[in-house]
């Protein structure tokens, strides 16, 4: 008999271990840079209410020709993507987690208690790799059978999100022996030369209103990361000019580095894992009869098959509050 695993059955903690978390290197989920949503199965509204300014001059007598400002109401989606874990296993690898319970026999895994079939369930998310986390942030989506492109990740987003503010010139000053400045265009891709100088043009890109945000973070690869850090080890003058007396910061603001970002791009948000994150996610478990199904891969063997099916799908608020820097290739960047 085949094991069915319900939404409603099973610990919360394993679930999220397999929806949420699925990888141990999922950084963007465990370092709370987004917002996961879950029970998305449909559609879900990211509702966004913009006003106008409002404070004016005070009249006695105000009247609808005084009104001043608009609320403006719009709306994103998370529309999550179907698709699904399918591996093959021989139950023989995790005969110590049921032993104490059914030391002899055939196995049945329909009698196995709860609390083994969790543990097994635990054990099957360490094999199956559903690289989550690096579609969460590099995922694109097209229809077709490419096992790749499961779902829109966050980056992807962000490239095609024309409210996104782009910093396309980065700008060096160098000052020459005989005490001139000399201004020099430095865009590019990531190098020691114009690391800072991309970080302040980016940092002056950023919306006032966000620039002191408490969650306010530049996100970067491992790689532009290391070179920064190299930079800073480099400078004969160390403190708070640069990173205010952390490698890991950059005029006080955090910067997180993933080892799924890709080189040359950089992007400032404010992001968390609470509601008021500009990077949201939305999983869910499929709503098919069978959500995670564990059984034999045929009468006769003695494999069994793990199966999951699953939604997924990310998005962004407020793409007027992201500043993007992008020196990829045009070969490099997603298509769309």
């Known amino acids: 008999m085949a094991v069915k695993v319900k939404s409603t059955v099973y610990s919360g903690e394993v679930l999220e271990q397999l929806l949420v978390r699925a990888t141990t290197g999922n950084e963007i989920v465990d370092g709370g840079h987004i917002h996961v949503h879950p029970n998305v199965t449909?559609?879900?509204?990211?509702?966004?209410?913009?006003?106008g300014k409002m404070l004016r001059k005070r009249v006695e007598q105000p009247e609808d020709k005084?009104?001043?400002?608009d609320f403006n109401y719009d709306e994103k989606y998370l529309e999550p993507k179907e698709f699904m874990a399918f591996t093959t296993f021989n139950p023989r690898v995790f005969?110590?987690?049921?032993?104490?319970?059914?030391?002899t026999g055939n196995l049945v895994f329909s009698e196995l208690p709860a609390e083994v079939q969790n543990q097994l369930l635990a054990e099957l998310a360490k094999v199956v790799d559903f690289e989550l986390g690096g579609h969460y942030i590099n995922g694109e989506y097209a229809e077709g059978d490419d096992d790749d492109k499961l779902f829109d990740g966050i980056l992807n987003r962000i490239v095609k999100d024309a409210d996104v503010i782009k910093v396309d010139k980065v700008v060096s000053v160098v000052k020459k022996d005989d005490?001139?400045?000399e201004t020099k265009d430095v865009t590019g891709k990531i190098t020691e030369a114009n690391i800072l100088p991309t970080l302040r043009a980016g940092k002056q890109k950023v919306p006032k209103a966000i620039r002191k945000h408490a969650n306010l973070k530049i996100f970067m690869s491992c790689e532009d990361f290391e070179i920064y850090d190299e930079v800073l080890t480099n400078k004969p003058f160390k403190g708070v000019d640069y990173s205010s007396m952390t490698a890991d910061r950059y005029k006080g603001v955090q910067i997180v580095s993933l080892a799924d970002w890709p080189k040359d791009v950089?992007?400032?948000a404010v992001t968390s894992s609470g509601i008021d994150s500009n990077f949201w996610a939305g999983v869910s478990l499929s709503d098919d009869d069978d959500v995670i199904q564990i059984d034999k891969l045929t009468n006769a063997g003695e494999k069994y098959f793990f199966k999951m099916l699953m939604k997924a799908d990310t998005n962004t608020v407020f793409g007027e509050d992201i500043v993007l820097f992008d020196?990829?290739?045009d070969e490099e960047l997603p298509e769309g």
């Open 42 to 51: 449909k559609k879900f509204t990211l509702p966004r209410l913009k006003t």
């Open 66 to 69: 005084h009104s001043k400002g």
């Open 95 to 103: 005969e110590e987690i049921w032993r104490p319970f059914q030391p």
């Open 179 to 181: 005490g001139t400045l």
């Open 266 to 268: 950089i992007v400032w």
């Open 327 to 329: 020196a990829r290739d």
